[in-house]
């Protein structure tokens, strides 16, 4: 077993340089802290107080009652009540409004003659997707003033009624859809850093060489890189997904071994990853750069943020590639689904497969390197 005390020092020795090194000890446990926070709270898809306006041309009760549900809804924040056309164009164009609404001079009377009564909206199309959210909450207001009205005015409407039911996450919250994606986000990061810089601080620092001319084999020297991103990477997933259960409220409602063993398995991708871009590089400047390359495509393909199934299907075949994409599946199934070994591996093979071709890639180049 002489090796395993070769590795142990070895992971011994990397643990001090990452600790000794104040900057070193910042970079690992502040910035992701700090992003979780901010993007627990800063990111979401929801909207609360659109700031409005209502050119309102109707002297009848209907339309009174239309506004007093927009007032009342924490969807939106009434910024003005206009008397014309003349300053709805401004008040978008300046920003001061999402979107205007227009209840012409007959709404009241077209609803009480049992007409179809229409109301125009205009919104500010510059953020599409946040323009999409507010038309489809004007269109809830509506909906629930047409049901209203229908009730109390004995008017017989449509006899199929739309019943909405959310599945995993009933109030349709943002926030348990995005941090749980965050705990693969800042286990990536933390896990490249770790790995991505390892080798090439020791060429920077000229300390490579000796490490050479020790006893330690190729594979041992990679192994005892690895470990510590594995233990700094799992130990601030803990962390996150501890803040994400205790802080943010996020249900947990799967199995914690089926999580786990996605972490394992995408730890092991990401620091292949890692170690071969540290491999590649002969400075830490060019491994950082390294890691942001890969990075910044792996976050944008994973689906964190928009639907795969949105992307091009060209780009599609490229997800593939990328460990993300299967452990954000791992963790929104574990936590909102409620999902199990059984069920994740289809996540768990790929997974596997690409920690070992990473890993693969890694020792190539590092004995490459070395020759």
Do not use: C
Request: aromatic fraction near 10%; avoid cysteine.
């Amino acid at each position: 077993m002489e090796w395993y005390g070769r590795v142990r020092a070895l992971v011994v020795k990397e643990f001090l340089a990452l600790l000794r090194n104040k900057a070193s000890r910042t970079v690992l446990i502040v910035p992701p802290l700090v992003q979780l926070i901010v993007f627990s709270f800063a990111a979401t898809f929801n909207l609360q107080h659109v700031p409005i306006v209502i050119y309102n041309q109707d002297q009848g009760g209907a339309s009174r009652q239309l506004i007093a549900r927009f007032a009342g809804s924490r969807y939106f924040s009434i910024k003005g009540m206009l008397t014309s056309d003349r300053h709805l164009a401004a008040m978008i164009n300046d920003k001061e409004a999402l979107l205007a609404i227009h209840i012409g001079p007959r709404f009241s009377r077209d609803l009480l003659l049992h007409r179809t009564a229409r109301v125009a909206v205009v919104v500010d199309g510059r953020n599409s997707n946040t323009a999409v959210i507010a038309l489809g909450d004007v269109n809830a207001v509506i909906q629930s003033f047409d049901t209203r009205w229908a009730a109390t005015h004995a008017w017989h409407g449509a006899e199929a009624v739309l019943v909405e039911r959310a599945w995993f996450n009933p109030d349709l919250r943002s926030r348990w859809f995005i941090v749980p994606g965050i705990v693969g986000l800042l286990t990536l990061v933390v896990a490249l850093l770790v790995t991505g810089l390892s080798v090439a601080r020791e060429r920077e620092a000229g300390t490579f060489d000796q490490l050479l001319v020790t006893p330690f084999a190729p594979w041992e020297i990679l192994v005892g890189k690895a470990v510590p991103g594995f233990l700094i990477g799992g130990l601030e997933a803990t962390v996150i997904i501890l803040m994400a259960v205790f802080g943010f409220g996020v249900p947990f409602m799967g199995s914690i071994l089926a999580l786990y063993l996605g972490l394992m398995l995408f730890l092991l991708a990401a620091i292949g990853v890692g170690l071969a871009i540290s491999s590649a590089s002969a400075t830490q400047q060019q491994g950082l750069l390294g890691v942001f390359l890969f990075m910044v495509p792996a976050v944008i393909l994973s689906g964190f943020a928009t639907p795969i199934a949105n992307m091009p299907v060209a780009v599609q075949y490229f997800t593939y590639l990328n460990p993300l994409r299967y452990f954000l599946v791992i963790l929104r199934g574990v936590f909102l689904e409620g999902d199990g070994m059984g069920i994740l591996w289809t996540q768990y093979v790929p997974l596997a497969l690409i920690g070992l071709i990473t890993m693969a890639i890694a020792t190539f180049l590092f004995r490459h390197r070395l020759t």
